[in-house]
T-cell receptor, first 112, second 111 residues
């Protein structure tokens, strides 16, 4: 019953450091998404993928990169961490485009 | 871009009371989704609505897809302490448009 699994759950980065947030799903979903959630705000789409090898930008892609080499995995890369990237990051997947999505537990990232 | 206004922003209610919250959009949606997020967890889908006027229940939860297609409502009957969390609406206008999330309604239940 794994669903969508994200690692790590928490991370503190220094300004300028880089890291990769991992996301894997075991439901064979073609569609995967990365969102960020800031306090008191809804979810903002960073990047999404419609299948292995295909990715596209969402609303707030600046400062992030993604790749999708397999159906299961959709890592999110931060190259030069900035304080503005302090947020909670959620990975999600869905069987159909932009419909019912299953979310991971989130990664709480703090950039200091 | 599309905007979703969700209200109320937060609410405190007594256990056993009924709860109503709603979401309004500046544009038409073809799909409305309602999610619940508990502390430290990701959102979990509660109800999905696909047709204007549709009324769908999931246990004590009932959601409606507004006739104008610009709004949706979620009701929780006989609230219990485990209903605590943040409830998000989300709308999709179809095709290649992205899902838009509301800002959430934070629900606190007083035992």
């Amino acid at each position: 019953n794994a669903g969508v699994t994200q690692t790590p759950k928490f991370r503190i980065l220094k300004i300028g450091q880089s890291m990769t947030l991992q996301c894997t799903q075991d439901m064979n979903h073609n569609y995967m998404y990365w969102y960020r959630q800031d306090p008191g705000m809804g979810l903002k789409l960073i990047y999404y993928s419609v299948g292995a090898g295909i990715t596209d930008k969402g609303e707030v892609p600046n400062g992030y990169n993604v790749s999708r080499s397999t159906t299961e995995d959709f890592p999110l890369r931060l190259e030069l961490a900035a304080p503005s990237q302090t947020s909670v990051y959620f990975c999600a997947s869905s069987a159909q485009r932009n419909t019912e999505a299953f979310f991971g537990q989130g990664t709480r990232l703090t950039v200091v | 871009g599309q905007q979703l206004n969700q209200s109320p922003q937060s609410m405190f209610i007594q256990e056993g009371e009924d709860v109503s919250m709603n979401c309004t959009s500046s544009s038409i949606f073809n799909t409305w989704l309602w999610y619940k997020q508990e502390p430290g967890e990701g959102p979990v889908l509660l109800i999905a609505l696909y047709k204007a006027g549709e009324l769908t229940s999931n246990g004590r939860l009932t959601a409606q897809f507004g006739i104008t297609r610009k709004d949706s409502f979620l009701n929780i009957s006989a609230s219990i302490p485990s209903d605590v969390g943040i409830y998000f609406c989300a709308g999709h206008s179809g095709g290649y448009q992205k899902v838009t999330f509301g800002t959430g309604t934070k629900l606190q239940v007083i035992p």
